[in-house]
């Protein structure tokens, strides 16, 4: 196993607490992710990612810090930033300008998380906006997935000019359902061909980009596969690693979301993830959960793990 484990988690508050520590100090455990509950100031911000690199200095510290609706900082250290939408608001009457502030925004969040110890944000969203997802709504650059892959590409190209690593989700495409996978299991009844041709082009493009990691979504896309993208070797084996040619990190995301529990308990869901390509399970809010998961859980062996996590992380 991988000196940089598996499983992502969440931390309980503004410090760590000694149940913080005591599952940090597990191997199988790789990363974390920050949250609302995690800041209060800049100075113990940077307290609290300097506690976690001392637990374990190989641990990668993330968060979701897109701008607009999920930007888990604000104020005291953090610019405020828009919803990607109103970038392609601008990119309607002057692409340049779009172009510019994308890639504005990426050296922003980049050198901001960067000052406070932070690794990388799971940034950019990659959906298009079909204008029937509320979940994605504004989160997404626009409703033309060409728009979306150029904006995106400047984003990543702000974040990476930082050395910031960043994750495009939510493969293949959350944007043309209604449902919110947070609370249930949406279905994409769409066929492949329709998806290939319109949400796989922002990730096909920053794939071939080099972005460094993935973000599967916890959708059903009913004429492709019975499994959510997440625990879909289809999705996830062939299209993600095969058609496109991804080879970097893929993580899922949140098992505690509703859109995952169709796998079983936490244990089957954090296995399905794995099997299914995934490379890093994504555990955020659930403490018991988490402490469930490692109780039981054995993970297999990933050769490729080490090699895929090491652009991930500024050190």
Not at 49 to 70: N, P, Q, Y
Not at 99 to 121: M, N, P, Q
């Amino acid at each position: 196993m991988s000196a940089r484990g598996p499983l992502m988690i969440g931390v309980e508050g503004l410090a760590l607490t000694a149940g913080d520590r005591a599952r940090l100090a597990d191997p199988r455990v790789g990363g974390v992710i920050l949250f609302k509950r995690n800041f209060a100031s800049s100075s113990q911000l940077r307290a609290l990612t300097a506690a976690i690199r001392a637990m374990r200095s190989e641990l990668v510290i993330a968060v979701d810090h897109e701008g607009g609706r999920v930007q888990r900082f604000t104020g005291s250290g953090f610019t405020q930033l828009p919803a990607m939408r109103s970038l392609g608001a601008v990119w309607d009457s002057d692409p340049d300008a779009a172009r510019r502030s994308a890639r504005r925004h990426g050296e922003t969040i980049g050198r901001e998380l960067g000052a406070h110890g932070i690794d990388f944000s799971f940034t950019p969203v990659l959906d298009v906006d079909s204008g029937q997802s509320t979940v994605i709504g504004d989160r997404a650059f626009h409703s033309d997935p060409v728009v979306v892959a150029d904006l995106a590409g400047e984003l990543v190209r702000g974040l990476a000019a930082t050395g910031t690593a960043a994750v495009g989700k939510h493969f293949p495409g959350h944007g043309h359902v209604d449902a919110d996978s947070h609370d249930c299991l949406p279905v994409d009844p769409r066929p492949l061909d329709a998806i290939l041709r319109d949400d796989l082009v922002p990730f096909a493009a920053l794939i071939a980009q080099g972005i460094e990691a993935i973000m599967p979504a916890h959708v059903q896309y009913a004429a492709v596969d019975a499994r959510p993208a997440g625990f879909s070797p289809i999705w996830i084996g062939e299209v993600l690693r095969g058609r496109l040619g991804f080879g970097g990190l893929v993580f899922s995301d949140d098992l505690e979301m509703a859109g995952a529990h169709s796998a079983g308990d936490i244990v089957a869901r954090a296995d399905a993830a794995i099997a299914a390509g995934c490379d890093v399970a994504l555990v955020c809010n659930g403490f018991d959960a988490i402490d469930d998961l490692l109780a039981r859980w054995q993970p297999p062996a990933q050769p490729e793990l080490a090699r895929r996590y090491a652009r991930m992380s500024r050190g």
